[in-house]
Nanobody, 124 residues
Framework: QVRLVESGGGLVQAGDSLKLSCVVSGSNLDWYAIGWLRQAPGKEREVVACVNSNGENTAYAASMEEKFTISRDNAKNTVYLQMNRLKSEDTAVYYC?????????????????WGQGTQVTVSS
């Protein structure tokens, strides 16, 4: 069983930066890749980025790598998502989730364990 807890969301203005954190706990953590996903109002959940178990391999959804950076600190059991140059369309609930690493991060259905999400709101 894996538990994930996100933090760092909030209300920011367009153009601002924000860094999300995901603390991971449980058993066999070195088996799992961690992904960041988001769900905007009225839209389907989508993958943003993912990182493999040792933090050496990352992948991003199309256009996400321009503004977002995922990183992993296994000593702290924490995965981060640095978000820059935020726009109103980045407004969403951001989730971190654990699953098997996929070269393109796969689909949301491929993740086995989920956090509760953190709200990011970008005002224009």
């Amino acid at each position: 069983q894996v538990r994930l807890v996100e933090s760092g969301g909030g209300l920011v203005q367009a153009g601002d930066s924000l860094k999300l954190s995901c603390v991971v706990s449980g058993s066999n953590l070195d088996w799992y890749a961690i992904g960041w996903l988001r769900q905007a109002p009225g839209k389907e959940r989508e993958v943003v980025a993912c990182v493999n178990s040792n933090g050496e391999n990352t992948a991003y959804a199309a256009s996400m790598e321009e503004k977002f950076t995922i990183s992993r600190d296994n000593a702290k059991n924490t995965v981060y998502l640095q978000m820059n140059r935020l726009k109103s369309e980045d407004t969403a609930v951001y989730y971190c989730a654990a699953g098997i690493f996929h070269p393109t991060c796969g689909e949301p259905s491929g993740y086995d364990f989920w956090g509760q999400g953190t709200q990011v709101t970008v005002s224009s």
